[in-house]
């Protein structure tokens, strides 16, 4: 499969972080999450998040996964299974997908931005904190992506399931205006998302969008 036309990229958040993230006007790091005292809904593993502050971006020296604020080429991500399984002896949340939204972002916007805003990307292959994961950089790369697994909702097959969690990273923070889309579980979650938003100058539309669910 070619690298789609206009390539998405997701971001999952707990839909009680929506308000602090339209006030901070951007999505901050793990790393600066941490210093703030961590978000007022964590939806991530703490094992996970912490080698993730110590595992290297080897194109951009001298920097850290956790440094970067992390996005998937899809929605309906492994993550989001489980969560939705919550099963996982390392999860301590277990409240479900309904609360979860997706931010959705135009993958060449946001490069652009970047390099306009000198800010640093990259991307992964696989899990970012896998330690055999390769990661690249520059916008001719993006066909290393297996853009089929990507795509699929069948990732029972090991390496299939790894290709899945390819990630995008933009180093430190993700503006807010680059949000394109929400996408909710219900209607009820979408009016919450419409609450949180209602003081941004910046209004992405929300969708439910079920589809992107399990």
């Not at 999450?33 to 020296?61: E, F, Q, W, Y």
């Not at 990661?135 to 299939?160: E, L, Y």
Request: with cysteine; net charge neutral.
């Amino acid at each position: 499969m070619p690298v789609p036309a206009q390539p998405k990229i997701y971001h999952i958040v707990h839909i009680d972080n929506l308000a602090s993230i339209v006030a901070d006007g951007c999505l901050w790091s793990d790393k600066v999450m941490v210093g703030r005292g961590g978000p007022p809904a964590n939806i991530g593993m703490p094992t996970i998040k912490a080698a993730r502050l110590i595992m290297s971006v080897p194109c951009h020296d001298g920097t850290f996964v956790g440094e970067y604020v992390p996005f998937n080429f899809c929605p309906r991500s492994v993550m989001l299974s489980i969560i939705w399984y919550a099963n996982h002896p390392n999860l301590t949340y277990r409240g479900g997908q309904e609360p979860i939204i997706h931010l959705e972002a135009d993958l060449l916007s946001t490069v652009a931005w970047a390099e306009k805003n000198n800010r640093r990307w990259a991307f992964s292959l696989a899990n970012a904190r896998a330690a055999y994961t390769q990661f690249r950089t520059g916008a001719d790369r993006f066909g290393d992506i297996n853009w089929n697994a990507v795509a699929t909702s069948n990732f029972k097959a090991p390496d299939v399931k790894e290709a899945k969690q390819a990630e995008f990273l933009v180093e430190e923070s993700f503006p807010w205006h680059l949000v394109d889309r929400i996408g909710v579980h219900s209607q009820e979650m979408a009016t919450r998302a419409s609450a949180a938003t209602q003081s941004a100058a910046h209004k992405p539309p929300i969708e439910v969008k079920r589809g992107w669910y399990y």
